[in-house]
């Protein structure tokens, strides 16, 4: 079974500042997706940025973009210029592709709390 | 845009009652997924439909059983509640052949 690890249970950073959040995760698999999610206290789960592990380029998002090391199965969120609004509880998740026949749906990580400071 | 709707979005139920949860899709999403999320923790994997079958299951204890409708929508029947089940209930969707699954706003549940 894959795991998804989050090591920072919280994070601070300045307002405009830049954040990085960690994730790891294991698997044997060579296909998957990898996401990560925002959940405001409002508690809706959002998705910030999704990779597909076929893929060598890092996705972005505006302030957001990700550091995908496929070999070390590292998937870190960089948050650029931080705004009060980022704060949230965010969520590393992974999704086997349908071609290895892993599970439907999503792994979990045990989030990060960022918080932003003014 | 539409989103994924679910009802209720709160629900009080005593110990050894049973609750209901519903999930509404959005329009043209056929998959389907159930989240579990207690105080605190990451979400768990319950159970995903596609075209009204059931396509895998997570930690979904033998209490709760949930099915998809012919209009996609799906629901989550939790019998013989216990404490423990109290937590936040999500649903999300997506279309098969893409990977932006949307979730909905969730369910709370409290069993007392």
């Known amino acids: 079974a894959q795991t998804v690890t989050q090591s920072q249970p919280e994070m601070s950073v300045q307002e405009a500042e830049t954040v990085t959040l960690s994730c790891t995760y294991d698997?044997?698999?060579?296909?998957?997706?990898l996401f990560w999610y925002k959940q405001p206290p409002s508690r809706q789960m959002i998705l910030v940025i999704r990779q597909e592990a076929y893929k060598q380029q890092n996705a972005t998002e505006n302030r957001f973009s990700v550091n995908f090391q496929k070999a070390a199965k590292s998937f870190s969120l960089k948050i650029s210029d931080s705004q009060l609004g980022d704060a949230a509880m965010y969520f590393c998740?992974?999704?086997?592709?349908?071609?290895?026949?892993?599970?439907?749906?999503?792994?979990f990580g045990k989030g990060t709390h960022l918080i932003i400071q003014p | 845009a539409a989103g994924v709707i679910q009802s209720p979005r709160h629900l009080i139920k005593e110990k050894r009652e049973t609750a209901t949860l519903k999930c509404y899709p959005i329009?043209?999403?056929?998959?389907v997924y159930w989240y579990q999320q207690g105080p605190g923790q990451d979400p768990q994997f319950l159970i995903s439909f596609y075209e009204k079958m059931q396509s895998d299951k997570g930690s979904i204890p033998d209490r709760f059983s949930a099915q998809q409708f012919s209009d996609y929508h799906s629901e989550l029947n939790m019998s013989s509640l216990e404490l423990g089940d109290s937590a936040l209930y999500f649903c999300?969707?997506?279309?098969?052949?893409?990977?932006?699954?949307?979730f909905g706003s969730g369910t709370r549940l409290t069993v007392v």
């Open positions: 698997t044997s698999e060579s296909d998957y997706y």
């Open positions: 998740a992974y999704r086997s592709a349908p071609s290895g026949g892993g599970a439907d749906g999503l792994t």
């Open positions: 329009p043209r999403h056929d998959t």
């Open positions: 999300a969707s997506r279309q098969q052949g893409y990977y932006g699954y949307t």
